[in-house]
T-cell receptor
């Protein structure tokens, strides 16, 4: 079945460091891909999305490119801030069949001043 | 436009009791999904409702049930609560399923349930 695999955390970085959070997926067809962020005590917020191969989603300095050949959707940010500390979830939505959302296990990011 | 709202935000129950959680989707959204989030299991899909019908279901026991009303508001019910049901319950809404469209889910803040 469809699945999403994220790198395990926690990831600890200093402010202004470069961030990469790896995400790979297994799915039939061409799923839509998402990154969500969850701040402490809150629900998930959509960070960015991509709907087809080679699409690049971007928001608030974060970027991710839909790579069909490597079935990946890695999240990157050039310079992280303390306020980026949160849990990041990679997700896919199948575009056929059950159309279910499948979420990764989440990666906790901690940014130190 | 108001976001997804969930009530109550916090709840304490004892084993054996039942609980009902409520979710009001974003105006115009007709699909509502429920998830259970725990530190050990992460985010697990419970079920999805669309136009008052259950469209998808996750792998949870029959103690977990839900429904959707004609105004798209949804409730989920857990009967005979167990300690392991302690979790953050998240509701998410999205627009109608359109052929070739992308239905982005928008999440509410969650209801934190503690079972003692």
């Amino acid at each position: 079945g469809d699945s999403v695999t994220q790198m395990e955390g926690p990831v600890t970085l200093s402010e202004e460091a470069f961030l990469t959070i790896n995400c790979t997926y297994t799915a039939t067809g061409y799923p839509s891909l998402f990154w969500y962020v969850q701040y402490p005590g809150e629900g998930l917020q959509l960070l960015l999305k991509a709907t087809k191969a080679d699409d690049k989603g971007s928001n608030k300095g974060f970027e991710a490119t839909y790579r069909k050949e490597t079935t990946s959707f890695h999240l990157e940010k050039g310079s992280v801030q303390v306020s980026d500390s949160a849990v990041y979830f990679c997700a896919l939505r199948a575009t056929s069949g059950t159309y279910k959302y499948i979420f990764g296990t989440g990666t906790r990011l901690k940014v130190l001043a | 436009k108001a976001g997804v709202t969930q009530t109550p935000r916090y709840l304490i129950k004892t084993r054996g009791q039942q609980v009902t959680l409520s979710c009001s989707p974003i105006s115009g959204h007709r699909s509502v999904s429920w998830y259970q989030q725990t530190p050990g299991q992460g985010l697990q899909f419970l079920f999805e409702y669309f136009s008052e019908t259950q469209r998808n279901k996750g792998n949870f026991p029959g103690r977990f049930s839900g429904r959707q009303f004609s105004n798209s508001r949804s409730e989920m019910n857990v009967s005979t609560l167990e300690l392991g049901d302690s979790a953050l319950y998240l509701c998410a809404s999205s627009l109608d399923r359109l052929a070739g469209g992308v239905e982005t889910q928008y999440f509410g803040p969650g209801t934190r349930l503690l079972v003692l």
